[in-house]
Nanobody, 115 residues
């Protein structure tokens, strides 16, 4: 079974940056398409960034501020988040981009943006 361990979250002020990392075990990050998701309080989980063979895609809400990447040597999926806003406050998760491939979720990492 594939397992995900997200890390790197924290509390920051608006305009600051964070870098999230997701350690993947039970699968190889050089294969498959991967994604970062987030779930804000009272809202459903949403896909915000995806990476696959030669492409990256972003939700409009994070485009130009977030960058998804993968480090196949470390078997991690990373998310660089710049110019953070209060509305980015959420628990962040990584997983397969394709719904049918998702069988479990990690604990996520909390990101709080507040002045």
């Amino acid at each position: 079974q594939v397992q995900f361990v997200e890390s790197g979250g924290g509390s920051v002020q608006p305009g600051e940056s964070l870098r999230l990392s997701c350690a993947v075990s039970g699968s190889n990050t050089s294969f498959y398409a991967w994604a970062w998701f987030r779930q804000a309080p009272g809202k459903t989980r949403e896909l915000i960034a995806g990476i696959g063979g030669g492409y990256t895609k972003y939700a409009d809400s994070v485009k130009g501020r977030f960058t998804i990447s993968r480090d196949n040597a470390k078997n991690t999926i990373d998310l660089q988040m710049n110019s953070l806003k209060p509305e980015d406050t959420a628990v962040y998760y990584c997983n397969f981009r394709i719904t049918a491939e998702r069988t479990s979720w990690g604990q996520g990492t909390q990101v709080t943006v507040s002045s």
